[in-house]
C-alpha cells in the first residue's frame, strides 16, 4: 500500500494535462497547474524542516477550505509530520483542549481572529513552538506562511523515504456531539485504502473530474476528497466561504459535488416553492415534468429500461424545466455525494425525477467511508452498499460494526476510548443503528445513543422524524424530544428565507402544522409528534447548537430550550 507522501510524489512526477486546483483571485478562476502545486509543496516541505519539524511531529492548520490549506497538508504529510486539522469556527476553549491534547508543536492560523484565539490560550500550550500565519503576520511572535520555504530536495527526499504506510498521517477530532472531542488516528494506509476504494467504485470519480469543495477540511470527508486530488487525479476548486458556493457551481460547472445535506435541502426548498408559485399552463408543465421524472427515476433504480417513449418525454421535461435546476448546480454534474449526516428519503427522490442522482454514503471518523450508493446501484433511504475493502455485520442489537483496512487504530491517548468501540478482532462499533436488506444496501435508522425510549419503553428515532418534517420548505431545523417522557414532542425552525416569499408570514405556522399532520397519519402513535413549537431564532454554530458540518448538537440545543421543551409537557405551547 502506497503512503500518502508516495502518492503526491507521483502526481507531480506525472502530472496530468488538467489543473490540480482553481482558486479565484481578483474575481476570476486561477489554474495551479501541477508542476507549480509540486514547487510550493517541495518549498514548504523543506522550510519546515528549517523550522526543525520532524517525523511524528504533530502540527496544527486552523483555516478555512483553501489552496494553502491543501499545500501546507501535503507539504507536512511529505516529511512525516503527523497534521491536525481545526475547524475554523472552533472557539479558543476548543483549539486549547485539541492543541494541549496533541501536543502540537506548531500551528498554522488562516488570518488575524485566528491568530487572536491561539494567541489568548498560548501561554497553556508549552509544546506549542512556533505560530505561522497565512494572513496578518503582524508581530514577531508570528510568522509569515511566505516565509516558510527553503529549498532542501536531500532532506525532502530523505524524510519522505523515511515514512511506512503504518506511519500515522492525521489525528482528525471528532465533532463533539457528544463531548470533548476526541482524536482519531489515521494511518497513511488507513486513507490510501480509502483512496483505493473510490478508484474502485465505476463511474463515481476519474481522471478530469472537476470538483467544488467547501467543505472544511477538519472534516474526514473533505480531507478525503483533498486526498483523490493526486491520486486519480482530479481538479479541486476551492470555495472558502459557503455563501459563496451557488456562484461558484454557476462557473466551474463541477462534474464532482461533494456536500451535506443541509445544502441540498436549502435548493430543495427554493426549487419547490418556486414550483408551487407556478400558474395555468406553466403549472401544468410542471406537474407533468415531475410526473415523467419520477417515473423514469423508479424505472433506473429498479435496473429496468427506460421506454423510448418515456425517455423521449424525460428529454422534453429536461429542456423546458429540469435544467434550469439543473444550472444552479453547474449543469453538468455526473456525481453528487451527500454525507456527514441523513438525507431525507423524499429528496433524493425529488433530485433524481430532475435527473440529479444524489448519492448517499455514511462514514464516520474513525472509518472515513463505510458505505456509499454507486452510481448504477443506488437506494434512496439508505447508505448504499459497503465501501470496498469494508466489511459491514450488525451486532446483536443492531449496531453497525465495520472492519477493514480504513478503521483507524485508536482514539490517540485514550486506550479506554479505544477498547470501548475498538475489539480485538478489528471491528469497530459505530454507536448507529441500522439494517441490512437482502441486497446488501445498509440502512441507517439512528445513533444508538440518540435513541429515543418514551415512558412507555417504545423505542423511537428521533432523525427520522425530524427528516421528514424538514422536508417542509418552510423548516428550517427540527428536535424531536421524548426520552423517559410520555410522548414525542418537536421544537421547529423556520427558514426564514422561504418566509419571506409569503404574502402572509403568519401562514407558514399553518404549513407547519400540515406537515405534523401528515406526518403523524403515517406513524404509531408512539412515533407521533404531539405537541410542537417555532422557535424564535435558529440553532446556529456560534452558539455551539451545531457542529461546522451542521449536525445538531442535542444535548446543547435540548439545554438552550429547556424552557420551551417544559412548557410543551405542561401543555403550553
Not at 424531536?480 to 426564514?496: K, N
Amino acid at each position: 500500500m502506497p503512503t500518502i507522501s508516495d502518492i503526491w510524489e507521483r502526481a507531480v512526477a506525472e502530472p496530468a494535462s488538467p489543473p490540480a486546483y482553481l482558486v479565484k483571485e481578483r474575481g476570476a478562476w486561477q489554474e495551479i497547474s501541477w508542476p507549480e502545486a509540486g514547487r510550493r509543496v517541495e518549498e514548504l516541505a523543506g522550510g519546515f524542516l528549517a523550522f526543525g519539524v520532524e517525523k511524528g511531529d504533530r502540527v496544527a492548520i486552523l483555516s478555512r477550505t483553501r489552496l494553502e490549506w491543501a499545500l501546507t497538508d501535503f507539504a507536512l504529510v511529505s516529511i512525516g509530520a503527523i497534521v491536525v486539522p481545526l475547524y475554523p469556527t472552533s472557539s479558543a476553549d476548543e483549539c486549547l483542549h485539541i492543541l494541549a491534547d496533541s501536543g502540537a508543536r506548531a500551528i498554522v492560523c488562516e488570518n488575524r481572529d485566528q491568530l487572536a484565539k491561539i494567541e489568548s490560550v498560548r501561554d497553556r500550550l508549552p509544546a506549542l513552538e512556533h505560530v505561522i500565519a497565512l494572513e496578518d503576520a503582524a508581530d514577531g511572535a508570528t510568522t509569515a506562511w511566505e516565509a516558510v520555504r527553503a529549498s532542501d530536495r536531500e532532506g525532502v527526499a530523505a524524510a519522505r523515504a523515511a515514512i511506512r504506510e503504518d506511519d500515522v498521517l492525521t489525528l482528525i477530532y471528532t465533532s463533539g456531539t457528544t463531548g470533548r472531542p476526541k482524536g482519531c488516528v489515521l494511518t497513511h494506509r488507513n486513507m490510501a485504502a480509502t483512496v483505493a476504494g473510490v478508484r474502485e467504485i465505476e463511474g463515481l470519480c476519474g481522471p478530469g473530474d472537476v470538483a467544488v469543495l467547501f467543505l472544511p477540511l477538519a472534516h474526514v470527508f473533505a480531507r478525503l476528497v483533498h486526498y483523490l486530488v493526486p491520486s486519480i487525479p482530479i481538479t479541486v476548486a476551492f470555495v472558502p466561504d459557503v455563501r459563496a458556493v451557488a456562484r461558484a457551481l454557476e462557473e466551474v460547472r463541477p462534474t464532482v459535488f461533494p456536500s451535506v445535506p443541509r445544502l441540498f435541502e436549502k435548493v430543495h426548498a427554493t426549487v419547490t416553492g418556486t414550483f408551487g408559485e407556478a400558474t395555468g399552463a406553466r403549472r401544468a408543465l410542471v406537474q407533468w415534468s415531475l410526473r415523467v421524472g419520477r417515473r423514469a427515476s423508479r424505472l433506473r433504480r429498479e435496473g429496468k429500461r427506460v421506454p423510448p417513449g418515456l425517455a423521449l418525454q424525460h428529454r422534453l421535461a429536461d429542456r423546458l424545466v429540469f435544467s434550469k435546476v439543473k444550472v444552479r448546480l453547474g449543469g453538468r454534474q455526473r456525481t453528487t455525494v451527500s454525507g456527514g449526516a441523513p438525507l431525507a428519503r423524499e429528496i433524493g427522490e425529488f433530485f433524481d425525477s430532475l435527473g440529479i442522482p444524489i448519492l448517499e454514503g455514511y462514514g464516520l471518523t474513525e472509518c472515513t467511508v463505510g458505505a456509499v450508493n454507486r452510481p448504477k446501484r443506488y437506494r434512496f433511504g439508505t447508505v448504499g452498499l459497503p465501501f470496498p475493502g469494508v466489511d459491514v455485520r450488525l451486532d446483536e442489537d443492531g449496531e453497525i460494526l465495520l472492519k477493514g483496512p480504513s478503521v483507524f487504530s485508536g482514539y490517540y491517548g485514550d486506550d479506554d476510548a479505544t477498547r470501548a468501540v475498538l475489539d480485538e478482532d478489528g471491528w469497530l462499533r459505530t454507536g448507529d443503528v441500522g439494517r441490512l436488506d437482502a441486497h446488501g444496501f445498509l440502512t441507517v435508522t439512528d445513533r444508538k445513543k440518540e435513541l429515543i425510549v418514551t415512558a412507555a419503553g417504545k423505542n423511537v428515532s428521533p432523525a427520522n422524524i425530524e427528516n421528514e418534517l424538514k422536508v417542509c420548505p418552510y423548516v428550517s431545523q427540527v428536535l424531536v424530544v421524548g426520552d423517559r417522557r410520555p410522548f414525542v414532542v418537536a421544537l421547529i425552525t423556520l427558514d426564514e428565507a422561504e418566509v419571506a416569499k409569503l404574502d402572509d408570514p403568519d401562514e407558514a405556522r399553518g404549513r407547519v402544522a400540515e406537515a405534523v399532520a401528515a406526518l403523524n397519519a403515517k406513524r404509531n402513535p408512539d412515533e407521533q409528534v404531539r405537541r410542537w413549537t417555532i422557535l424564535p431564532r435558529d440553532f446556529a454554530e456560534e452558539r455551539g447548537e451545531l457542529t461546522p458540518t451542521l449536525k445538531v448538537r442535542r444535548r446543547v440545543v435540548a439545554e438552550h430550550f429547556r424552557d420551551e421543551i417544559e412548557r410543551l409537557y405542561r401543555g403550553r405551547v
